[in-house]
């Protein structure tokens, strides 16, 4: 199961044999929110329906993608839009 996706890795819930992967793309459909650190440290993630999605680049350390909104919360991000 996904725990959380963040500086470029995947990591899984169970610890003590835990698979990490590089990731340039969301690791599953439904994996597709960014988590982005912008160029004046703010942190935003940013749906599909986000103004901008296809622009940003998930590709610096701190980096990831989330499956819900609730982990890139979690991880310190904020709505690039707050209006979605």
Known sequence: M???LSGLALFTKDTSN???????????????????????????FYFTSDPGYQEV???????GWFCEQEQAETAGFMASNPET
């Open 57 to 63: 680049a998930i590709d610096q350390d701190g980096e």
């Open 2 to 4: 996904v725990m959380a």
């Open 18 to 44: 835990a698979q990490i992967a590089k990731l340039t793309a969301p690791p599953a459909e439904f994996c597709d929110i960014k988590g982005n650190i912008e160029a004046d440290n703010r942190r935003l």
